[in-house]
């Protein structure tokens, strides 16, 4: 188990990695913020998003997600698009994959554990194979840089998440996973499906995701 690690303050306020318990590789684009809840006797107010923290997204579309105990969403995987995740209530563990032929951590992976008593937000960029198990019922808030309207089917992939390839010691069995999910391919599958998309189409985010530099 890796150390706690202690948010970097610089004078942009872009946290690159905040609190937050993680096994494996800590993968390079990510970004973890430790969000400050403000009391007083009314309650509190969080603020969960801001274009200055200069986080990995600029988001098109939310969504609140309700989960219940021993679920797990993913893996997924888009090419396109970037994603934020924010663990309200409840308990999660989140997993993570790099497939970006052009990042210094690819084929690397990571385990997040999450908690709606000290919330971190959690944004990655295109071309990072993610999911969520919840340890208990839970409720995440979700952003997405394209909206679901605009998905596309070669942006919309998917890897099994029991595949040894992917190096994520889950905490615990998920006892439910949706049909869908439950058919998903190999990790071999996924690699092979994203180097035909790249043969055929492009995008600004797939170009500073997927292209080595020079």
């Known amino acids: ?23 494996g590789t800590f993968l390079d684009g990510v970004n973890l913020r430790l ?10 107010f969080t603020e969960v998003y801001c274009d200055t923290w ?26 396109r698009h970037s ?6 209530s409840g308990s999660a563990c989140v997993g993570l ?17 999450v908690n709606g008593v000290e919330p971190v937000a959690l944004s990655f960029p295109c071309g990072i194979a993610h999911g969520w198990l919840f340890i208990t019922d ?11 309207a605009d998905y596309k089917g070669d942006d919309n992939l998917g890897i099994h998440w029991n595949d040894p390839e992917l190096n994520l010691r889950w905490p615990e069995k998920p ?22 998309t790249m043969s055929q189409a492009s995008s600004p985010a797939m170009d500073r995701q997927f292209q080595p530099s020079a």
Request: proline share 6%.
């Open 1 to 23: 188990m890796s150390p706690t690690l202690k948010r970097a303050v610089s004078g942009s306020e872009k946290f690159n990695r905040a609190p937050a318990r993680f096994e």
């Open 35 to 44: 969000l400050e809840e403000q009391r007083d006797t009314r309650g509190s």
């Open 54 to 79: 200069a986080l990995p997204i600029v988001p098109a579309q939310w969504s609140i997600v309700r989960s219940v105990a021993a679920t797990l969403r993913g893996m997924h995987l888009h090419i």
């Open 83 to 88: 994603e934020y995740f924010l663990c309200i």
């Open 97 to 113: 994959y790099d497939l970006r032929p052009a990042s210094p951590t690819k084929y690397e992976s990571m385990l997040i554990h």
């Open 138 to 148: 839970a409720i995440h808030l979700q952003a997405v840089s394209e909206t679901y």
């Open 175 to 196: 006892k439910i996973v949706s049909p869908k999910a439950s058919a998903f391919g190999s990790l071999a599958e996924a690699r092979a499906k994203i180097e035909k």
